[in-house]
């Protein structure tokens, strides 16, 4: 059974009133235990709406939403359900709770009635996790914004939840912050084997993942592993997406007839393959 | 500009006064005050005086940080006494217009000030000594008793921590939209009081929207973290009592004794 399972799932935001908007649509597709998952799309493509009914933040208004077989909308099991995936989202600022960090950590697992003992444990090693346990008694609004969602990425740790969605988690912070927040991310994943649902609209970062999901308008357009998806350069742009640097530059290359693998991804491989012209260009 | 406020007037360090449980504070905080309204013979005065000396050496703040906290009830201070001074009846010693300054209104409103200044001085002492988490904690403590009857205690521990947590990012927003409409011409120092009311809009509306931004966001949060009010809440820090908190308790309580006994005999 997949961890994330979402069937013909659609929502509509002030339904039946004036106003009405469908921000999801007819939406099918699920997640296994331990995938890195990107979900990429513009501004009203619904990646907030979908990422707020993986705890039950938001219920269908059709369809249906199951979290390791437990449907979102059987209310008595919604703590359950937040227990299993966590949130972190765009704003630094608006999700830390408490006014010392290792607090800040610890209110969700004291939320789950776990002993105290037990939470000062999960506490320490959950900023461990997330290199913060030097931090651990300062006051949150003297971090940095990759520090805060430090903060909040170790609160979901202590709360032992199997997944974690970013809600566009990088939006605010600076290239720094981003990068940060991305290899902790990775490391997470890798080690801990945390299921990643990572929203955002930053290429590079979605190029990370292992499988990249591109909603449109409410709507699943492509699912497939990033070499596959930004193979796809033109439909992208078509979607108002970016593509990497690295891409853009491949293909651009490629129309000016350098010949270059087509699913070509990072800066590295792109370099590589370059370099590897150079040689034999010079060898002719 | 903002940025020299702090919340509360924690003075950070170890001395007694700062290990003792926050709890065990409170109620001997609570305890000393009744006492002071209760004994008011010169001989309490005394005792009460040398206590509240006693307790002020045990902090190991300084002194001119502890004596700083007067300064605002310096006017109330002294319009107490004068009118004590000029209204009690009993022997005259000056007339001054229509006011007979007595004796005993001068022994009486030397009395009253003293009473409003160890007030003051041991209130200081609690928040000089107890940071404003280990407060809000003992808060929810000695409150739960309460829930029985419908006291929100948690709640309001609640509402006190993410205050505390709100208020320096608050501080730094305000900063933030009073520059950015000084940039723009504003003027928040100069012209009339009424001139300068009227500059303070602009600030409060961009505030209070995002105030309510955040509130929302914060809202979500801790729903996603599993918040749901106090009920089957834990807590990591818990509050222990130690041996110092005995004996305080008794201390207090062997004082009231004393000057209860004293008082009647």
């Known amino acids: 059974m997949a961890l994330i399972e979402i069937e013909h799932l659609s929502h509509v935001y002030h339904a039946g009133e004036e106003g009405e908007q469908t921000a999801l649509d007819d939406l099918s597709l699920s997640i296994e235990r331990g995938e890195f998952v990107a979900v990429l799309g513009s501004n009203g493509s619904g990646k907030s709406t979908l990422a707020k009914h993986l705890n039950a933040l938001l219920l269908p208004t059709s369809g249906a939403c199951r979290i390791d077989g437990i449907d979102t909308r059987e209310e008595a099991d919604v703590w359950r359900i937040r227990q299993k995936v966590g949130m972190v989202f765009q704003n630094p600022d608006n999700q830390l709770i408490a006014a010392v960090v290792e607090d800040d950590v610890a209110f969700g697992p004291e939320n789950l009635g776990v002993p105290s003992a037990e939470i000062r444990r999960r506490v320490d090693e959950a900023l461990k996790a997330v290199n913060m346990t030097e931090f651990r008694s300062y006051a949150p609004h003297l971090l940095s914004g990759g520090q805060k969602q430090r903060i909040a990425i170790a609160g979901t740790l202590a709360m032992q939840t199997e997944a974690i969605v970013f809600d566009e988690a990088t939006a605010m912070l600076d290239p720094e912050g981003r990068a940060e927040i991305l290899s902790i991310v990775q490391r997470l994943h890798e080690e801990q084997g945390i299921t990643v649902v990572y929203i955002t609209h930053f290429m590079e970062e979605a190029a990370a993942a292992d499988r990249i999901l591109v909603l449109d308008h409410g709507r699943l357009v492509m699912d497939a592993p990033p070499r596959e998806v930004f193979r796809h350069a033109r439909e992208l742009r078509a979607l108002g997406l970016e593509v990497p640097l690295a891409v853009e530059l491949r293909d651009r290359l490629r129309a000016a007839g350098v010949a270059l693998p087509e699913d070509l991804l990072t800066p590295a491989e792109l370099v590589a393959a370059l370099s590897g012209k150079g040689g034999a260009a010079s060898g002719d | ?265």
């Open chain 2, 1 to 265: 500009m903002l940025s020299n406020i702090t919340i509360g007037q924690y003075f950070p360090g170890n001395s007694l006064l700062h290990r003792l449980d926050p709890r065990t504070k409170i109620v001997v905080l609570f305890a000393l005050i009744v006492a002071l309204f209760l004994f008011d013979r010169p001989a309490d005065y005394l005792v009460m005086s040398l206590l509240t000396l006693a307790f002020m050496l045990l902090s190991r703040v300084p002194l001119r940080t502890l004596l700083g906290s007067l300064k605002p009830l310096w006017w109330i201070l002294l319009f107490t006494f004068l009118i004590h001074l000029c209204s009690t009846p009993g022997e005259e010693f000056a007339h001054l217009w229509v006011f007979s300054l007595t004796f005993e209104g001068l022994a009486h409103g030397f009395f009253i000030c003293l009473r409003l200044v160890l007030l003051l001085l041991l209130s200081s002492l609690l928040t000089f000594t107890t940071s404003p988490l280990k407060l809000t904690d003992a808060l929810e403590a000695l409150l739960s008793p309460l829930k029985r009857i419908g006291v929100p205690a948690h709640e309001l521990a609640m509402m006190m921590t993410i205050a505390l947590r709100f208020v320096p990012t608050l501080i730094e927003e305000t900063d933030k939209i009073m520059k950015a409409q000084q940039a723009r011409g504003a003027d928040f120092v100069t012209g009339s009081i009424v001139r300068r009311l009227k500059n303070v809009v602009p600030i409060l509306v961009p505030l209070f929207i995002s105030v309510f931004r955040r509130a929302d966001d914060l809202a979500m949060a801790m729903e996603a973290r599993c918040y749901h009010g106090g009920e089957g809440r834990t807590q990591m820090k818990q509050l222990h009592f130690l041996p110092l908190d005995y004996l305080a308790w008794g201390g207090t309580a062997l004082l009231l004794a004393v000057l209860a006994a004293l008082w009647l005999l």
